[in-house]
């Protein structure tokens, strides 16, 4: 893990809960060496703390399960029922995830499958929802955060970090999602001009973990917006649409569902990650290649118009005039070709070490960054439950005792959301709420023995799959080339 992943966070108070669990966690005065490689780059009250806990949950299961935090030898009872609810997590997650690549199928960029069923636009629209909402359920319980549209626009319009000026037409799509984890910052180097090209360090904000959802408007749909906006006619119309189409690869095709997976993204590139991305010219790009370009073809022209003045009486010394004159105007047109290209090459180098995962990768990798943050979540207020006599009215105590756990014992800085993880354990009965609004929570040993009976009954409850869309057919070959 990165030095900037994760903040140090100062304990706060406990409130008396957590005391058996923080027994053998390191102390204030000893949290200095602890966290030292946490790099606190800016302050907590700078941005807002995530529900991502930056911790693994093998770390949580060891630290939560050593001998001193649980009475009467209960720790390996407690490492067990943690295992096989890590298990059943997982197992519930499957579930889920084997509907939504059942629906995704249709749009998956990437099969290489006989299609054997076809589908009405209705039903392609209902599917493609679907799709989506399942994503967006994911993402959630992956703790990633939505960037809203409007602050995608204000996105787009920062400097880059590097150094590129893009530019994203966002019109062209019929669906698209952008979500984040770990909003932070990662320190880089760079050379100034004004600062006679030394070598400085400064912090660019990134996102951790950036996702991206597209899928492209139908071409007709496109062609009439234009038809309206600009009060076209529908063949000028279709035009301006190709013409506006031309920086997206063949390959992107707009009945496909598509989604993309980065780390460490600059919050000022988002725009590189977008299939339309369109390379610009800087200010001082095009004051350089303007200047250089203007003064060779002044020169060039200044010199060359004696010549020419004498077409009449040496034609060939005219001829060759007009020929340097124009490989002056060549040279200066390849060296604005070739800044572009270089520009291009940076952009490709740079998102070719951010990606993560395309399409179907993306969603098994979102599924199980899900289920283990639900582990995470579960694990942790499974722990207080079970050792303190709470009550619902506790739980804002419970929530600030478990985040300063995680701030005393990882240096991490976390807003926990112990709300799902307490509706989680109630609706799999591992937690139950008395009436008088107290919570009671399974031993360990029987709260292995009832995910255990839950396990056993599973395939036996596992409900028929219905596939409500589409209508079976030959199949079509082209789909498996």
Known sequence: MSSTDVQAAPPTAANGLFARMTANAPTAETQQSTVSAFDAVMPESARRREHFIPVTRFALLDRLTSPTAWPGGQA?????????????????????????????????????????????????????????????????????????????EQILTRDSAYGLDLHVDLDAFEEVLLYYRG??????????????YLREQFEVPIFQRLFLLFKLKPFDTCVREVMQ?????????????????????REVKESCIYMKLFKNIPRSDLEMVFPNTRVRFRFYDKLRLGATAGGGLTLGTVSAAGKIALLASNPIAAAGALVGLGGIAFRQAINFMNQKQRYMVVMAQNLYFHAMADNRGVMLKLAARAAEEDIKEEMLLYAVLTKENARRQDIPDIDAAIEQYLASSFGVSVDFDITDALERLIADGIVTEQPDGRLSALPPKEGALHIDKKWDAFLDELPEPVSAEGMEFEGNPERTA
């Open 76 to 152: 390996k009872e407690a490492r067990r029922f943690f295992r096989y609810l890590d298990h059943w997590r997982r197992q519930q997650y499957n579930a889920q995830l084997h509907e939504l690549e059942e629906t995704y199928e249709p749009f998956s960029p990437d099969s290489d499958l006989l299609l054997t069923r076809t589908f009405t636009a209705n039903e392609r629209a209902v599917m493609q929802g679907r799709v989506v909402e399942g994503m967006q359920r994911i993402l959630k319980q992956a703790n990633y955060v939505q960037i809203d549209h409007n602050d995608v």
């Open 183 to 196: 909003a932070s910052t990662r320190r880089d180097e760079r050379r100034r001009w004004h600062k006679f």
């Open 229 to 249: 906006a600009k009060k076209l006619s529908r063949r000028e119309a279709e035009k301006v649409v190709r013409r506006s189409r031309e920086s997206i690869p």
